[in-house]
Antibody
Framework: QVQLVESGGGLVKPGGSLRLSCAAS????????MSWVRQAPGKGLECVSY????????YYADSVKGRFTISRDNAKNSLYLQMDSLRADDTAVYYC?????????WGRGTLVTVSS | DIVMTQSPDSLAVSLGERATINCKSS????????????LAWYQQKPGQPPKLLIY???IRGSGVPDRFSGSGSGTDFTLTISSLQAEDVAVYYC????????FGQGTKLEIK
């Protein structure tokens, strides 16, 4: 069965960095586009980034452009999100999703808290 | 960016009654080359990740009960729950994937 497991979240100070990981299993990872979607506490959903299966197509929301970097390692069935220059408004649960192009599978998320 | 606007923001419906949620996009999400609407609906229960309900505007996801249906085309879409069950209490989101991905603000569905 398809599984997506995020890790790497935690508490970080404003201006700090974190690297999120998503371990995928149960499908041929290299065949699928993948995305990161976040949800601030009590708020709605925002797609912050996605990447094509080959890595040739990358999207960033304006809110994270220049600060976040998405990457993937198809040999390790893993998706990553490098988050730099973190701000308080980046506080959210970050979900890894499989994009087909709709998000048909979601991980359980990892919480990122940016606070001094 | 395509802006997605849902209505209402919240909705209370009696058990067994019909629930209807609307979603409007700021521009058409119908691609003429394949005649597909790039529109999905998700259900999110407290403490859980969203779950895909509907894609291509009207196709039910795997294992989704047939009381859930999606309709509409172009810029106006509807999610209908034909007979509300207690387990349907959740927040519902529409999403366009025609140009990047954007979500509506969500509609909270409760039991009356």
């Amino acid at each position: 069965q398809v599984q997506l497991v995020e890790s790497g979240g935690g508490l970080v100070k404003p201006g700090g960095s974190l690297r999120l990981s998503c371990a995928a299993s149960g499908f041929t990872f290299s065949d699928y586009w993948m995305s990161w979607v976040r949800q601030a506490p009590g708020k709605g959903l925002e797609c912050v980034s996605y990447m094509s299966n080959s890595g040739n197509t990358i999207y960033y929301a304006d809110s994270v452009k220049g600060r976040f970097t998405i990457s993937r390692d198809n040999a390790k069935n893993s998706l990553y999100l490098q988050m730099d220059s973190l701000r308080a408004d980046d506080t959210a649960v970050y979900y890894c999703t499989r994009a087909t192009p709709e998000s048909d599978y979601w991980g359980r998320g990892t919480l990122v808290t940016v606070s001094s | 960016d395509i802006v997605m606007t849902q209505s209402p923001d919240s909705l209370a419906v009696s058990l067994g009654e019909r629930a209807t949620i609307n979603c409007k996009s700021s521009q058409s999400v119908l691609k003429s080359s394949n005649n597909k609407n790039y529109l999905a609906w998700y259900q999110q229960k407290p403490g859980q990740p969203p779950k895909l309900l509907i894609y291509w505007a009207s196709i039910r996801g795997s294992g989704v009960p047939d009381r859930f249906s999606g309709s509409g085309s172009g810029t106006d879409f509807t999610l209908t729950i034909s007979s509300l069950q207690a387990e349907d209490v959740a927040v519902y989101y529409c999403q366009q994937y025609y140009s990047a991905y954007t979500f509506g603000q969500g509609t909270k569905l409760e039991i009356k």
